[in-house]
Nanobody, 116 residues
Framework: DVQLQASGGGSVQPGGPLRLSCAASGLAFDDYAIAWFRQDPGKEREPISCIRNGDKTTYYKTSVKGRFTISSDSAKSTVYLHMNSLKPEDTAVYYC?????????WGQGTQVTVSS
């Protein structure tokens, strides 16, 4: 079975850092792209960053570009989202998603709260 385990969420003050992890199992890791989404209550889930594990091509939503960095460790089948200069508007539940040829898998969410 494919499993995606997201972790690393928590509470942080504005301007602080957090690192999220998404550990994948049950799939050919390098054949997939892994994306991070986030969702506020009452809003749609939105993609914020993605990495294609095979060639490490990355994508960032404009609002996080320059603050967030996505990286991938194929040996550990894990994707990281390094978040810096966090803002209150980054508060959301963050989800990771594995995508390949239209098939995708979701992990459980991890809560990120940015507040003073």
């Amino acid at each position: 079975d494919v499993q995606l385990q997201a972790s690393g969420g928590g509470s942080v003050q504005p301007g602080g850092p957090l690192r999220l992890s998404c550990a994948a199992s049950g799939l050919a890791f390098d054949d997939y792209a892994i994306a991070w989404f986030r969702q506020d209550p009452g809003k749609e889930r939105e993609p914020i960053s993605c990495i294609r594990n095979g060639d490490k091509t990355t994508y960032y939503k404009t609002s996080v570009k320059g603050r967030f960095t996505i990286s991938s460790d194929s040996a550990k089948s894990t994707v990281y989202l390094h978040m810096n200069s966090l803002k209150p508007e980054d508060t959301a539940v963050y989800y990771c998603n594995a995508i390949r040829h239209g098939v995708n898998y979701w992990g459980q969410g991890t809560q990120v709260t940015v507040s003073s």
